[in-house]
């Protein structure tokens, strides 16, 4: 079996570094990759990197199976474009990537479904986001609707840092198109978990519970990145709250996607909260974790 992995993160390396232990595979590729991959699996550098670009070489060289790693590409409809090529590939459609490539949307499928989450409202405008953050008051978390790397999301304790993360999504637009709508959501207090599920539109198998780290300081301090480290397993997630994530968000969402017509398969990445009302919804991703 050829197998191609796409992406140029740590996370690529490990999946092609596991991939290289089967007897089923034959040959990696990664596009673009990086030193690591290189070590692993045959890297491969095309100009400019595109979905139609990366289906061609997938085509030209009968690849078997192709595995995505950045959120971007399936936003942009990698796997759309792979499938109706007859490409075997491993991630979720366009509109099933939205779960991660919207917020607003991806807020809105847990209000109309019943997935527990923290209150929210979304807003096009600076001007009434920011009356609405004076009425609300601090704490608040601030979320660009589009994809950030990570970088989209302010926890704000005070009003000030409130108002400029709009200003900065919104008016000076630090995020581009990802900026011209914000959520604005209350902060729940507890214990950030990731779950991790694999997925094939009718059932979902959760890997073992993570904790990572998102802030750039020591101490848990500074803007969030797209992650600094993560470990597993975490003693905080017990059994009784594996449960509740299963029955109350993990399979309303596979059963909701079905629902809306477009099932999902691929990674589901939950991010949760353990709060003392139970485990809440912060976010969902569509990919495996970097790291």
């Not at 030209?60 to 959120?71: K, M, R």
Request: with cysteine; charged share 20%.
């Amino acid at each position: 079996m050829k197998v191609l992995v796409i992406g140029n993160g740590g996370r690529e390396h490990a999946i092609c570094w596991k991939l290289s232990s089967s007897p089923l595979v034959s040959k990696i590729f990664c596009c673009p990759g990086n030193g690591g991959t290189g070590q692993v699996a045959e890297n491969v550098l095309l100009a400019p990197l595109t979905v139609q670009g990366m289906a061609d070489f997938a085509e030209n060289q009968q690849i078997d199976l192709t595995v995505v790693g950045p959120e971007a590409f399936l936003a942009q409809g990698i796997v759309d474009e792979f499938q109706k090529r007859g490409l075997a590939i491993y991630g979720p459609t366009k509109y099933a990537a939205q779960l991660e490539a919207s917020k607003v949307y991806a807020k809105d499928f847990m209000k109309k479904y019943n997935i527990p989450t923290a209150q929210y409202q979304t807003f096009t405008d600076p001007a009434s986001a920011k009356d609405y953050i004076a009425l609300a008051g601090v704490p608040l978390v601030i979320k660009a609707d589009g994809l950030a790397a990570g970088k989209g999301v302010v926890v704000a304790f005070d009003q000030e840092t409130a108002l400029e993360a709009v200003d900065e999504a919104m008016t000076q637009k630090i995020f581009g198109d990802a900026g011209a709508a914000v959520v604005i959501e209350e902060y729940l207090e507890g214990e950030e978990v990731s779950l991790l599920a694999f997925c094939d539109g009718k059932a979902a198998v959760p890997m073992l519970p993570v904790q990572d780290h998102k802030r750039i300081g020591d101490g848990d301090t500074g803007p969030n990145t797209g992650g600094m480290g993560t470990y597993t397993p975490t003693t905080v997630y017990t059994e009784e709250i594996a449960a509740k994530v299963q029955q109350e968000i993990l399979n309303p969402t596979i059963r909701a996607m079905a629902a809306e017509g477009v099932p999902f398969v691929g990674t589901l990445f939950l991010g949760l909260m353990l709060t003392a009302q139970g485990p809440k919804l912060i976010e969902y991703n569509v990919r495996f974790g970097d790291p």
